[in-house]
């Protein structure tokens, strides 16, 4: 677990400016990389929406790029100051010799639930034993802790349940169409379903603690001040977020994010996340949170483990971007 140590003593958090500091008076320009527009990121809505890096001296533009490696690799080839995806993919760029590294957290749950339909009867997990299960397909984390949960509980996922793998984002299609009664999904899909009458029955956030789920990656040659700057806009908006007077505003900027999507969904998803402490209080990473996360996506084959996953990360991915630094 080297990765981790050198994960946990590269944040750049200083605690104190992200309050003390008086405004920077300039406005540094950089670029922020998401893979998607997601829900998951709204520290990063809530950041910009409250003007945080602005008062931190920042002008930061936020790109969407479709996907975790075309963010990474916006980093790795220069095009971005920043990337925002999950941690695993900073890591195995790292092991390949890409000089990244991550600089903040910014979601701290394992942000997957399990949901059934209303008729089904739910006590443990052994009552899935059997059951047909729509997942995001691998590799995805909410898959990979699906199979973690299963192990745990002394069954296999590849004769204890059988698994429907579709394309992240779509799992609410053929469960709310009754190709299986039970889900495991991420928000907003869950909230929509459970518009539509299905119920939540496990919740990995309160089961799994502290989770590494989504962070900032930098170069390792990223300008200092302005990563400083970008840290510190994130670190108010955590606590922005955390405190509950700020809910209503914190939804209303969701809603503004995703206007497309219904509103009561928005706001129920918004609120489970933070009732199940989803969003991290500050953008520091604790060892308890990174080693949770890379443990499972090792041991289960998320990302890293895949059979020849990392050769072709490596081919296609890692190799050409160091090409063009």
């Given amino acids: 677990m080297r990765m981790l140590s050198r994960v946990t003593h590269t944040i750049l958090l200083c ?17 922020l990389s998401q893979a998607f527009q997601s829900m998951l990121y709204l520290p990063l809505y809530v950041a910009i929406d409250e003007g945080f890096f602005t008062k931190q001296g920042l002008d930061l533009v936020k ?18 100051e920043f990337s925002l995806h999950g941690p695993e993919w900073t890591a195995i760029a790292a092991s390949k010799g890409a000089p990244v590294h991550i600089v903040a957290n910014v979601v701290n749950g394992a942000a997957v639930w399990i949901a059934t339909t209303p008729d089904f009867k739910f006590d443990s997990v052994k009552d899935l034993k059997g059951e047909k299960i729509v997942t995001g397909t691998m590799p995805t984390t909410s898959t990979s ?13 590849k004769t204890d349940v059988e698994m429907i793998q579709v ?8 469960f709310v169409a009754q190709q299986a009664k039970v889900a495991v999904m991420y928000e907003p899909g869950l909230d929509q379903v459970v518009a539509k009458g299905m119920k939540v029955v496990l919740g990995f956030p309160k089961l799994y603690g502290p989770y590494a789920f989504s962070a900032i990656t930098a170069r390792n040659d990223v300008d200092p001040d302005s990563a400083q ?45 933070l009732a199940d402490n989803v969003y991290p209080k500050s953008v520091d990473i604790t060892a308890d949170a990174l080693k949770v ?25 890692i190799t050409p971007a160091l090409a063009m630094k």
Avoid at 236 to 263: G, H, Q, V, W
Avoid at 293 to 313: C, E, H, K, R
């Fill in 145 to 157: 802790l699906f199979m973690k949960l299963l192990k745990e509980n002394g069954m296999d996922a």
């Fill in 167 to 174: 394309p992240i984002g779509s799992e609410p299609g053929p």
């Fill in 293 to 317: 996360s890379m443990d499972t996506q090792i041991a289960l084959g998320n990302l890293a483990a895949q059979p020849d996953y990392q050769a072709f990360v490596d081919k296609t991915f």
């Fill in 63 to 80: 790109e969407t790029a479709g996907a975790p490696t075309v963010a990474l690799n916006a980093v790795i080839s220069k095009s971005a």
């Fill in 15 to 31: 605690a104190a400016l992200a309050t003390a500091s008086p405004a920077f008076a300039e406005g540094k320009k950089v670029v």
């Fill in 229 to 273: 700057r970008m840290v510190n806009g994130l670190e108010m908006a955590m606590r922005f977020m955390a405190d509950k007077a700020n809910e209503p505003r914190t939804i209303e900027i969701a809603k503004s994010e995703f206007a497309n999507l219904d509103p009561v969904v928005v706001e129920a998803a918004v609120k489970r996340m």
